[in-house]
């Protein structure tokens, strides 16, 4: 079960640092998609507050919950 994605909460929230090193990501996935369909998604992200990536990964997680509801498992890494 991946635990590590997790949708983002409404609120921004203020996390205490523990000394858990952050975690690194990728720099770009260069993923293609219509003009239409990434004016769109950053229109999304601005209206939500969040920066594009912070909503991808949000779509990512609420994806794999979805898909972990119908009791699908995924194999990644």
């Not at 929230?13 to 640092?17: A, L, N, P, T």
């Not at 858990?20 to 990728?26: C, E, G, I, L, T």
């Given at each position: 079960m991946?635990?590590?994605l997790k949708r983002k909460p409404e609120a921004p929230?203020?996390?205490?640092?523990r000394g858990?090193?952050?975690?690194?990501?990728?720099r770009q996935q260069n993923i293609?998609?219509?003009?239409?369909?990434?004016?769109?998604?950053?229109a999304i992200a601005a209206a939500q507050g969040f920066s594009r990536?912070?909503?991808f990964e949000d779509m990512v997680a609420e994806?794999?919950?979805?898909?972990?509801q119908q009791g699908v498992?995924?194999?990644i890494g």
């Open positions: 991946l635990t590590f929230m203020q996390i205490e640092q858990v090193p952050p975690v690194r990501r990728a293609k998609v219509s003009d239409d369909c990434a004016a769109t998604f950053a990536a912070a909503l994806r794999l919950q979805q898909l972990e498992k995924l194999s």
